[in-house]
């Protein structure tokens, strides 16, 4: 029940394209999903999050949809560059103020080509 | 402000030591998170501190252990060290609040021989 579900393990894009990633959740105490870009050498840097009570979320290129109903969560780059190449990782934690403990999904490599 | 700061950066121990990570928050963070990135089991929770007391663990064995002092600075210590141990090991520091936003460091990779 603590395990969030990342789907596909690796994506290609093109330049200008759609990258989509989807995660899956079954806790419903989550209430905070937010999503992680790593580069390699780095730590995870916080890219967007979102909260169950918005169905979507936009900054700049990056939108979290989410379907309460479901269970499900979803990032969309738009207009995807060779700068987005990274490995991104969806997460969920139950807050409260009681703990700041993330659940971390599996992980997606995206290779965006020029 | 300076970042989530983590020594030594790399490290190589030998099986069967032990080993000692730090990591220096953000100033004004009084939560620190510490996360163990492997490429078979991915980014797992360790352990979560808040002022001094540690408020959460994961499911990992006694060997794993970690404090967190008064300047809120936070150390994990590894005993007995296990080749199954090499990994990048993750600090992340929060302020204190609900659901705030984690900053991690660059991480320490440790290689256990």
């Known amino acids: 029940q603590q395990q969030v579900k990342q789907s596909p393990q690796s994506l290609i894009v093109q330049k200008g394209g759609i990258s989509i990633i989807n995660c899956a959740y079954e806790n419903t105490a989550f209430d905070y999903f937010p999503w992680y870009q790593q580069f390699p050498g780095k730590g995870p840097a916080l890219l967007i999050a979102?909260?169950?009570?918005?169905s979507e979320k936009k900054e700049g290129r990056f939108t979290i949809s989410f379907n309460k109903s479901a269970k499900q969560f979803s990032l969309h780059i738009m207009d995807s560059q060779p700068g987005d190449s990274a490995t991104y990782f969806c997460?969920?934690?139950?807050?409260?103020?009681?703990?700041?403990?993330?659940?971390f999904g599996t992980g997606t490599l995206l290779a965006v080509q020029p | 402000k300076a970042g989530v700061t983590q020594t030594p950066r790399y490290l190589i121990k030998t099986r069967g030591q032990q080993v000692t990570l730090s990591c220096s928050p953000i100033s004004g963070h009084r939560s620190v998170s510490w996360y163990q990135q492997t490429p078979g089991q991915g980014l797992q929770f360790l352990f979560e501190y808040f002022s001094e007391t540690q408020r959460n663990k994961g499911n990992f064995p006694g060997r794993f252990s970690g404090r967190q002092f008064s300047n809120s600075r936070s150390e994990m210590n590894v005993s007995t060290l296990e080749l199954g141990d090499s990994a990048l090991y993750l600090c992340?520091?929060?302020?204190?609040?609900?659901?705030?936003?984690?900053?991690f460091g660059q991480g320490t990779r440790l290689t256990v021989v």
């Open positions: 997460a969920a934690s139950i807050g409260g103020g009681a703990t700041n403990k993330l659940i």
């Open positions: 992340a520091s929060s302020e204190p609040g609900h659901n705030t936003e984690a900053f």
């Open positions: 979102i909260r169950p009570d918005v």
